[in-house]
């Protein structure tokens, strides 16, 4: 149990902590922004998502080569399951209403924290299910005797998994750099929050 003169002090801390931080205001449209920087971003890899698997279906569609077809399935599942994986660890949770200082940035600390561990495991959930349609659709020329040998030479053969690997680790890096920028921001409220 506190004594009086602790709780009087602990209460002069604790409103000295409130003045210094940012005004009310400006904490929820720092909040309100991220929210939508976040919809933003999952709206358009919606979207992506979607129209990725629109144009796998109609390659695989009028392509007649089931090696072809098994690929694209496996990829379409990929990008399926990666946008399922996006919605439910991506999608902002709703601030608190009508909440003083603290909460806002408890809030905003808490929603920080969540889209950089998005951003950090994102090769498990994001990339890693579509790693077996792009196999199996990169390596079709080297597998599949029905697959119409043309014109590519050894050289296109091995320039198109180099340019998917590039993409891919792009996408790795991206999430990474994204994800050390996050925590940048959650080192920030945690100085605000505890000095």
Do not use: C, H
């Not at 005004?23 to 919606?46: H, K």
């Not at 098994?70 to 399926?80: N, Q, S, T, Y």
């Amino acid at each position: 149990m506190m004594t009086p003169e602790e709780a009087t002090l602990n209460s002069w801390k604790d409103d000295s902590a409130i003045a210094s931080l940012p005004p009310i205001t400006e904490l929820r449209e720092r909040s309100a922004r991220f929210t939508r920087e976040i919809r933003r971003r999952n709206f358009l890899e919606y979207v992506g998502g979607g129209l990725a698997i629109l144009v796998i279906a109609v390659v695989a569609w009028l392509v007649p080569i089931d090696s072809l077809r098994i690929g694209a399935a496996l990829l379409a599942g990929g990008v399926g399951i990666a946008l399922w994986q996006l919605r439910s660890r991506g999608t902002p949770l709703s601030p608190p209403l009508n909440s003083g200082q603290l909460p806002i940035l408890d809030y905003q600390r808490q929603e920080l924290v969540r889209q950089k561990d998005v951003l950090r495991s994102s090769t498990i959930w994001y990339l890693l299910p579509l790693i077996p349609g792009l196999f199996v659709l990169l390596g079709m020329p080297f597998i599949d005797p029905n697959w119409p040998k043309g014109d590519d030479t050894l050289l296109d053969q091995l320039v198109r998994p180099a340019f998917v690997i590039v993409v891919l680790v792009a996408v790795y890096r991206f999430n990474k750099k994204a994800a050390r920028k996050l925590q940048s921001e959650i080192d920030e409220i945690d100085a605000l929050r505890y000095s």
